[in-house]
């Protein structure tokens, strides 16, 4: 712990905004990393009693367990139960609709850690010119002989740039990564709404 203070203080006041940006990140990617668990989102239950609706007398029990259930996934699907005897054409526009604003559930705080992901490396940056600008402004004071007046403005350039890309590198990764599982939940959530208005579609044909 007392290493860390140290580093924080030999880094200079830029340390503490990147500091901040690893906090934030850490806390949106455990979030995000329990939040879009595919079972989570994407509930078995509600998937198994879409799956078997067959007639227009399936849908109270499925609209039940939908009823009993919360995300965007259940939401959606009750949406689309709701509105069973719509047309076809006009019951899939409902869908996509409320679809739309169910998306930023699973995308939410994707933005902040793409953000965090390009600032940190701009903060370590600026850290870095801060130390230099110390440095030469040693070296025009004291000349180039004190190295131990220069040697805490270097160590600030690249404690910060160091500090920048530690934050920088794991947060690119993981945005990369909820991204691409937030993008399959979405696809899977699709495919399942387009199975039930089949399904209603065929029905409401027999009817």
Known sequence: ????????????????PLLLCSV????????RCFTLRHKHIIVPEIEKV??????????????KV?????????????VGLENHTLPAAILKEEITNHGRQQVRVLERGLVVLETVAAVSPILGLLGTVVG??????????????EASALSGGISEALITTA??????????????????????????????A??????????SKDA
């Open 66 to 78: 939908c009823s009993q259930n919360k995300g965007p996934f259940a939401a959606i699907m009750r």
């Open 132 to 145: 230099m600008i110390k440095v030469f402004k040693v070296i025009s004071l004291q000349g180039v002989g």
């Open 163 to 192: 500090a920048g890309l530690t934050v920088a590198i794991p947060t690119v990764i993981f945005y990369n990564f909820l991204s691409q599982k937030a993008e399959n939940l979405i696809m899977d959530i699709e495919d399942n």
């Open 24 to 31: 934030i990140s850490l806390a949106i990617v455990i979030e």
């Open 1 to 16: 712990m007392k290493e860390f203070i140290a580093l924080l203080q030999q880094g200079g006041i830029i340390m503490y």
């Open 50 to 63: 879409v799956r078997s609706i067959r007639t227009a007398e399936d849908i109270p029990l499925a609209l």
């Open 194 to 203: 387009n199975n039930l208005v089949r399904t209603i579609r065929e029905f």
